[in-house]
């Protein structure tokens, strides 16, 4: 059974960084694309980045383009999304998805991650 968790989350003041990790399951990780989307309250869930198997290709929403870095470690099974220049408007529970393709869409991803909390204090 394929297993996503996610790590890193916490408070942090506006301006500052945090980087978050996804560590999956399985021998097959580097077969599959990997997303991150996250989740205000009362809002729906929303692209952040995703990033192609190799790691060759990234896709960014424009909310957090120059802000944030996806990278991954397929010997590690891990995926990560490096957050910088925080704004409270980045507050949400952010997940990790495992997908065939990096695309945007929340329907492409299989599974999911439980979820790590971002808190950005004004």
């Known amino acids: 059974q394929v297993q996503l968790v996610e790590s890193g989350g916490g408070l942090v003041q506006a301006g500052g960084s945090l980087r978050l990790s996804c560590a999956g399951s399985?021998?097959?990780?580097?077969?599959?694309?990997m997303g991150w989307f996250r989740q205000a309250p009362g809002k729906e869930s929303e692209f952040v980045a995703s990033?192609?198997?190799?790691?060759?290709?990234?896709f960014y929403a424009d909310s957090v383009k120059g802000r944030f870095t996806i990278s991954r470690d397929n010997a590690k099974n891990t995926v990560y999304l490096q957050m910088n220049s925080l704004k409270p408007e980045d507050t949400a529970v952010y997940h990790c998805?495992?997908?065939?393709?990096?695309?945007?869409?929340?329907?492409?991803?299989?599974?999911w991650g439980q979820g790590t909390q971002v808190t950005v204090s004004s």
């Open positions: 998805a495992r997908g065939w393709v990096p695309t945007t869409r929340t329907r492409d991803y299989d599974y």
């Open positions: 399985g021998r097959t990780f580097s077969t599959y694309a």
């Open positions: 990033i192609s198997r190799s790691g060759g290709n990234t």
